[in-house]
């Protein structure tokens, strides 16, 4: 209940906070959105691995993605303005989806590979993290110089910042959004405490 009722009170912060600091929605959506919503699964990810269950600590993050791309389906048939698709067509969304596959590539590439690691450590690990802070980058850049724009039609919803949220307390939005993140990876980190005592 708490990470439903915070969530949904995270995205209209979030939304602000795209407005207020001008990063575009698509960016606000994929960092800070994703990450705050994200605290339940890495939580309990690092908490299961930490104390040693390594299957445990891998599925809720692969499995969060699938149910999360099967609940954009289900968004998909509660929009009714048009194809959910085709109207948050952008560069940055696009450069979104380029980034989670490649990522998942070189994850699924790692559990198929051949068993080799340093200070057990798979050499594709950092590799992860140092493409999701480069693919950042590209998804900013695609953004402010976009080298593709799609074709925009009467049903496309151009990510115009409201007005009203560009007058903001800036360090309010901040405070609320840290609250409101806080609240939701301790929520993920009591659900990891009921499976596995911590």
Not at 48 to 77: D, R
Request: hydrophobic fraction near 50%; include cysteine.
């Amino acid at each position: 209940m708490v990470i439903g009722l915070v969530g949904w009170k995270l995205t209209q912060l979030v939304d602000r906070l795209a407005d207020r600091t001008g990063v575009g929605e698509a960016l606000a959506g994929a960092v800070f959105l994703g990450a705050s919503t994200s605290l339940p699964g890495i939580v309990t990810s690092v908490t299961t691995a930490w104390n040693g269950h390594a299957e445990f600590a891998v599925s809720p993050a692969l499995g969060g993605i699938a149910i999360q791309t099967a609940f954009l389906a289900i968004a998909g048939m509660t929009y009714r303005h048009a194809n959910l698709e085709h109207a948050a067509a952008s560069p940055a969304n696009l450069m979104n989806g380029v980034l989670l596959i490649s990522m998942l590539s070189l994850i699924l590439l790692a559990m198929v590979g051949p068993e080799f690691s340093m200070w057990n450590v798979h050499p594709v690990t950092p590799c992860v993290v140092a493409i999701y802070i480069f693919g950042l980058r590209l998804v900013h850049h695609s953004q402010v110089d976009p080298l593709w724009n799609p074709k925009l039609t009467s049903q496309t919803k151009p990510d115009v910042p409201e007005t009203a949220n560009r007058h903001e307390n800036l360090q309010k939005l901040w405070m609320a959004f840290s609250a409101s993140a806080m609240l939701i990876g301790t929520a993920g980190w009591v659900l990891a405490g009921q499976q596995f005592p911590l």
